[in-house]
């Protein structure tokens, strides 16, 4: 360590008159320091104030710079000097060097800036201010065929990319141009998940995405997955996972989607199409998602039912009730969901046995499956009344149904249970799915959902209501007076936050119940004719007049 006090003496001597042979050899010095013990190193060199003297030895003309962006870099490996490598005003002629044509120099000071920022969020955000993004950009291209280079920007690229700040400068880059020509190069694995370390957070932004597939980037992804897709080598099987998954990333963009659909013709679907009945699982659970991600628009889901891909997602689901692999289940039920949308669809799905398909997996008991499930049979019996009667008269469904809107530890469940319990009334209309639901004690679950925070599941839940009360009221007496509802429609009528249509469905409630005595004797007692006669000058014209017809009921019935 005394070899190293002197070097930094001569150093703070030697920095100050330019005696380029003196300062290489305390440079020299410095490094093999650093190689031997960088912690200890790296104290001392902070200990006699040489880091504010670097500054200007980071000269683009001298032959030192290497040598000095070289130590900057070894001693940012700790994490206690970043920040006095920041305070001695180190990176802005760090990034000035970035435009160096010497590749040595542009390695080490890539090596810097990166050890200097690594971890840094804010330090990250601030090369992007200065301009990094389109510098390492460029410097991909002019030295691709340097690797120790090449890595340096990839690495850098992978630690900018997660910043949402930077994304917008990278889309105004030839990045895309550039990784997918580097990755056509690669045949090695580590290589090809390096790039593809940096292509999927870049993949997150819809402008770059677009540009991937501009690029080429399906074409390089589809033939890593038929070269991987029978190999045994735990890294095939982790290159088929990421380019398959980046495949599904790609499709998450409108632009990028409709552009590989291609009106139902493109190559790339017809290829994504095959992978369903493939008999590996990974490729299954893409080929899944990537018809749900196509089917995000009523366009592509009516040509994709019109051309049979229904089918082949009920053979997938069918082979995945005894083998049970949840994200296939998953990926396929949000696959016929979306399908389900049009309305179109739905008459040409029910026949080709769907329902069926899904009720298979009732007892699933993972709830992602489940809520999938629900919003499948969901999206099949809207304004489709056979569906739902059928449906709504089976009681093990119904049963599960009112077992999952107890489901408190899965929100989502619970919600799509009490929607579908709900649908199965209304699109239904039938006395039987009302005493189904009786039976099955889903009437409780109904009024609290009256109570939602969201204004379309309440709605949907005073139809329902409004439908038991007409349809069987006498069988739905008790729950309604169990489950407290006349003392609910009061809430929500006297709450000045409720929508009008909440308002106009809760008053045709409170006159469809008033045949029933105990409810009718909680209407009086709760004093609804002061809160209805207010209505009546509500400004929806809709709300005022329904509030006069039931206030004339009340006044009539009291």
């Known amino acids: 360590m005394d070899n190293l006090s002197e070097a930094l003496e001569k150093l703070k001597l030697a920095s100050t008159d330019s005696a380029t042979d003196s300062v ?11 190689a031997k013990n960088n912690t200890e190193a790296s ?26 962006a070289n130590i900057i870099a070894e001693v940012a490996k700790n994490e206690f000097m970043r920040s006095p490598c920041v305070e001695a005003g180190l990176i802005p002629p760090l990034i000035q060097l970035l435009n160096s044509t010497d590749q040595e120099v542009l390695l080490q000071t890539g090596r810097a800036l990166g050890n200097i920022c690594y971890d840094s969020h804010s330090l990250q955000a601030q090369l992007i201010n200065m301009g990094v993004i389109p510098t390492l950009v460029k410097l991909l291209g002019i030295h691709s065929h340097n690797t120790a280079l090449t890595e340096m920007c990839l690495i850098a ?55 991937l597939v501009e690029a080429g980037l399906v074409e390089c992804l589809l033939e890593v997955v ?34 590989l659909f291609e009106g139902g013709k493109g190559s790339v679907f017809q290829r994504v199409l095959s992978w369903i009945p493939s008999h590996n699982h990974q490729l299954q659970l893409a080929g899944a998602l990537a018809i749900a991600n196509f089917a995000r ?52 799905m029910l026949s080709a046995g769907v329902a069926d398909v899904v009720l298979k997996f009732l007892q699933s008991e993972m709830p992602p499956v489940q809520f999938k499930l629900l919003g499948t049979l969901r999206m099949l019996i809207d304004t489709q009344a056979e569906a739902a009667d059928q449906l709504g008269t089976n009681g093990k469904l119904v049963e599960r149904l009112v077992e999952w809107c107890e489901a408190k530890d899965h929100a989502g469940v619970m919600g799509e249970s ?53 349809l069987d009221l006498v069988a739905a007496e008790k729950d309604f007076v169990g489950a407290s509802l006349v003392s609910v429609l009061h809430k929500l009528l006297s709450d000045e936050r409720s ?24 209407v009086q007692s709760l004093a ?5 006669s207010k209505l009546r000058a509500h400004e929806n014209k809709t709300v005022s007049h329904q509030a006069s017809l039931t206030e004339q009921r009340l006044t009539a019935q009291s």
Request: include cysteine.
């Open 24 to 34: 290489e050899s305390c440079l020299d010095c410095l490094l093999k320091a650093l």
């Open 43 to 68: 104290m001392k060199i902070q200990e006699m104030g040489v880091l504010p003297l670097l500054p200007t030895l980071l000269n683009p003309q001298s032959s030192c710079t290497p040598k000095v």
């Open 157 to 211: 690229f992978g630690n900018l990319a997660e910043l949402e700040s930077s994304k917008e400068q990278f889309a105004s880059t030839s990045i895309a141009e550039e990784l997918v020509r580097l990755f056509q190069k690669q045949t090695e694995h580590e290589k090809k998940e390096m790039i593809f370390e940096v292509l999927a957070p870049l993949a997150e932004n819809d402008v770059i995405k677009l540009q």
């Open 226 to 259: 038929a070269q991987t897709v029978d190999g045994e080598r735990e890294e095939d099987i982790a290159q088929l996972k990421t380019a398959s998954d980046l495949m599904v990333l790609l499709l998450l963009g409108d632009e990028s989607m409709q552009k």
């Open 297 to 348: 628009n009523d366009g592509n889901c009516i040509h994709m039912v019109d051309t049979g891909i229904v089918q082949k997602l009920l053979e997938l689901l069918d082979r995945h009730v005894e083998e049970g692999n949840v994200t296939v289940q998953h990926a396929a039920l949000s696959a016929l969901r979306n399908l389900a949308i049009p309305v179109v669809n739905k008459s040409k």
């Open 418 to 470: 009490n929607r579908l319990l709900s649908a199965l009334i209304r699109h239904s209309k039938s006395k039987e799915v009302v005493r189904t639901v009786i039976q099955g004690g889903g009437v409780k679950h109904l009024v609290t959902m009256a109570t939602s925070e969201h204004m379309i599941m309440q709605n949907e839940a005073l139809v329902a209501l409004g439908l038991i009360a007409g």
């Open 499 to 522: 929508a009008p249509e909440i308002k106009y469905n809760s008053m045709i409630l409170i006159c469809a119940v008033m045949g029933s005595e105990p409810l009718h004797k909680e």
């Open 528 to 532: 609804f004719i002061d809160v209805v």
